[in-house]
């Protein structure tokens, strides 16, 4: 018997329990089932986690939970992304300490233990959400099985040609001191000003606009478009650059934009990546400005051992002093920014490992129409990230806490040494190469880079399938069934695990991708850990509101959209859940004494409620099948508000009171009914609102279901409707409503009698309508009903 209120806090964490006991979403490898596999992204240990995540993974899990629901093996596993810059700037922020200053083994220390904490506290949050995960396939990224497969990974690309190592210009952070790839840039627009600075030509003054007057040393050319009459004379002469006294070149060039500044641009090494387009395509020199830590070089005049912006202030305040400054415009400027830090990056040159991405572009393009993007206009995202790539994937970072790069330098030859695949996953800083070089020196310089974390997170298919160990099941996982993520790491996460399948498999990572969106704090402000904009903890809201009430808001969005949070919506969820336990007290009230069995005769109404479910059932996968789980829910919400609790259970109330009015076996049959479509109900609900739906099988559907858990079942779907029966209850429903609105527009209560009530019915309803006659008598409060036959449906009110 159910309780007359429904606890939460006692329910959820006994169903938790129960489900880890019996083993309920275990994934089964020796069964014969089709397996359904879900690419889960690993969150990163980066701090604590916010209801934006809570609204993402929550969706994904409720994918897990459908497919399982469709008889289906759900491979369904949870990883951690514990290593890289992201966790060491966590370190450092908790700790107080900057890695640069600690020995690297002290440091690599202090970040196991940290993440240790971490990941503990984000699995007990997730599996306080009810997440249906085989938490026996948990994976952490700097765990010596994915450092293996990562390595192994890298050694495979470079021995190919696909990775390769140069010296050459980079994106560098000079706030985390390493450097970071294309797909990690982001932008934002900042304060800045034009400065009109002369530049002297035989004597004659060219006027250019730069907002970076700092580089004037490290200036290397002039350009002008070949198309500006203006100046397209000066092409091929030299100009003097002030302050410092050298000659460059001017040359020309037809991406110089004529309109903007003087139409004359001063290309330096490096202020941005137009510069360094410039100075590869006309193989200008390198005059070396900032240094890896973002300082002037010390031997620069003026400005030497500066920071860039101290820099960029002096020499405005020189070039003034001197009359070399002609103008000062103020504007507003958009630069890049490294995403993790927020802080401008330079382009610095450096020795870093690659891998090829410009050279397969197509290859990538064609994987992305091969793969079922939901919802779909997520595709033009990851195509134009593509087709406007400019450089190959730097996978080489200057930090701590990562896999190390698997490689040594012969001190001799120079020549890249690996290790053997049985030795992985190994870290040249501690252990020597076990051959000598083919040039016969045995003195090596280990690599002292580790991977992009991307480098290892991109590999989370394989990772998954144990992809080269002994228990390797890629055949059967790859391509996985879906991969689940955000629409902000589509350049990354999603881009590179296609990068990486198709290099290592030749097959993409999965078949459908399966995109969420933000959750907004504000109007153009989402919810994230560095903003800190979120009011409650996802274990605060947990703890109010109960894990299904979190879980049906996050299942309200329709996918790919972003949502704003406002504690109000988990009052809503709170007044369905407390509806839902209502309806099932209302139900089951009336099935003491029922025992499963089907009448041999059912009444029209209760054949429309039965039929009605099963439509909504097939309705609801249909969506489900395309990840619209928001939509779904609402025509599952739509049912069970309106058909059956407004509408069905006001029909039927009368009959399963009263028997010796109606009839056993009539209540037989609105008994079978309300077992049968409240069954439905709960099957429909139980991967929204898990806790609730088994709290309420448990007290009566399983005695007659015999399955230990209501997610053990499967959902039922009709390929043939029985639309006769549909299309009944449609004109019932239409009864009550007039009624209803009879007796609202004249302020009558609804238990107030009316006199007589007419219905014109098709004489193909006419024994249907008969026999609901008593139904609607005790619903309606009719005193009369008549009924006769004609052409279309028509009701009226004698009263």
């Not at 995960?133 to 293996?148: H, M």
């Not at 595709?379 to 593509?386: E, F, L, M, S």
């Not at 800190?532 to 509101?545: A, G, R, V």
């Not at 894990?547 to 972003?562: E, F, N, Q, V």
């Amino acid at each position: 018997m159910l309780n007359k209120k429904y606890n939460f806090k006692e329910s959820e964490g006994k169903w938790q329990k129960f489900w880890m006991e019996n083993d309920i979403y275990r994934f089964n490898p020796e069964s014969k089932k089709e397996i359904y596999s879900i690419d889960t992204p690993p969150p990163t240990v980066s701090g604590s986690l916010h209801i934006g995540h809570i609204f993402s993974y929550t969706q994904g899990e409720i994918a897990a939970r459908y497919q399982r629901m469709q008889g289906k093996n759900v491979f369904y596993p949870f990883g951690f992304d514990d290593n890289g810059l992201p966790t060491e700037r966590l370190v450092e922020r908790e700790e107080g300490i900057r890695a640069k200053d600690l020995p690297r083994s002290k440091f690599i220390e202090k970040c196991l233990n940290t993440t240790g904490k971490y990941v503990g506290e984000f699995k007990a949050l997730w599996q306080s959400l009810g997440f249906s995960v085989d938490w026996d396939l948990q994976y952490e990224t700097i765990s010596p099985l994915a450092q293996r497969i990562s390595q192994k990974s890298f050694i495979e690309l470079a021995k190919s040609g696909k990775a390769y190592t140069k010296e050459s210009p980079v994106l560098w952070c000079t706030t985390c001191q390493t450097s970071i790839a294309q797909a990690e840039l982001d932008t934002k627009d900042i304060d800045s000003s034009f400065n009109y600075i002369p530049f002297l030509v035989d004597g004659e003054e060219l006027i250019i606009a730069t907002t970076r007057p700092e580089l004037l040393y490290g200036c290397v050319a002039l350009f002008i478009n070949p198309e500006d009459f203006r100046y397209n004379s000066y092409i091929g002469k030299t100009a003097m650059v002030p302050l410092y006294d050298f000659e460059i070149p001017i040359l020309g060039d037809d991406k110089v934009a004529i309109e903007k500044g003087t139409g004359i641009v001063m290309c330096a090494t490096f202020g941005d990546t137009t510069d360094l387009e410039w100075y590869n395509k006309h193989s200008l020199p390198y005059r070396k400005t900032i240094e890896a830590d973002g300082l002037i070089g010390t031997g620069i005049p003026f400005i030497g051992g500066m920071n860039t912006k101290e820099a960029r202030a002096e020499i405005i305040n020189i070039l003034s002093d001197r009359n070399l400054l002609k103008k000062s415009e103020k504007i507003s400027h958009t630069v890049s920014i490294h995403e993790r830090c927020g802080h401008e990056i330079e382009i610095i040159p450096s020795k870093q490992w690659y891998i090829d991405i410009l050279t397969e572009k197509e290859r990538f393009l064609k994987a992305a129409d091969d793969i079922n993007w939901y919802p779909a206009s997520m595709k033009i995202r990851y195509q134009n990230w593509v087709e406007n790539l400019k450089w190959d994937w730097c996978i080489s970072r200057q930090r701590y806490f990562g896999v190390p790069i698997p490689v040594w330098y012969c001190k001799s030859c120079g020549k890249s040494m690996f290790p053997e695949e049985c030795e992985l996953p190994i870290n040249p800083l501690e252990t020597a190469p076990n051959k000598t070089c083919p040039c016969g020196s045995n003195e090596f310089i280990p690599e002292e880079a580790v991977l992009d974390t991307w480098a290892t997170s991109s590999l989370t298919p394989l990772i998954n399938s144990k992809w080269g160990e002994e228990n390797d099941i890629t055949d059967r996982l790859v391509p996985m069934g879906m991969r689940t993520q955000a629409h902000e790491i589509i350049r990354t996460w999603a881009f590179y695990t296609i990068v990486k399948s198709l290099y290592h498999t030749g097959r993409l990572p999965w078949k459908d991708i399966m995109i969420c969106g933000f959750v907004m704090a504000k109007k153009g402000e989402k919810i994230s850990k560095s903003k800190n904009n979120s009011e409650n903890s996802p274990t605060q809201l947990i703890e109010k509101y109960s894990a299904d009430a979190i879980r049906y808001w996050a299942a309200g969005a329709k996918l790919g959209t972003d949502t704003m949070y406002s504690e109000e919506e988990m009052v809503l969820s709170n007044r369905f859940l407390t509806k839902l336990w209502n309806a099932a007290k209302f139900t089951l009230m009336h099935l003491n004494d029922y025992k499963g069995e089907k009448p041999e005769n059912l009444l029209p109404i209760d054949k429309w409620i039965i039929e009605r479910q099963r439509e909504i059932e097939t309705k609801a996968a249909q969506y489900m099948n395309r990840y619209e789980m928001g939509i779904a829910r609402g025509e599952i919400d739509e049912f069970f508000w309106k058909d059956y609790c407004d509408n069905y259970l006001e029909i039927v109330k009368d009959r399963v009171y009263k028997p010796e009015i109606h009839g056993e076996l009539e209540r037989r049959s609105g008994q079978y009914a309300l077992y049968t479509a409240f069954m439905g109900i709960l099957r429909m609900y139980a991967i929204y609102t898990p806790h609730i739906t088994e709290e309420i099988y448990q007290d009566l559907f399983r005695s007659i279901e015999g399955k230990l858990s209501l997610h053990q079942h499967e959902w039922i779907r009709e390929d043939k409707l029985d639309t006769s029966s549909l299309e009944f209850g449609e004109r019932v429903k239409d009864i009550l409503k007039e009624v209803r609105k009879y007796k609202s527009d004249r302020n009558l209560s609804l238990k107030e009698p009316l006199k007589k009530i007419n219905i014109s019915i098709p004489g193909y309803m006419l024994s249907s309508i008969n026999q609901t006659e008593k139904d609607l008598t005790a619903c309606t409060g009719a005193q009369e009903i008549i009924i006769d036959s004609g052409d279309e449906f028509r009701f009226s009110i004698d009263n």
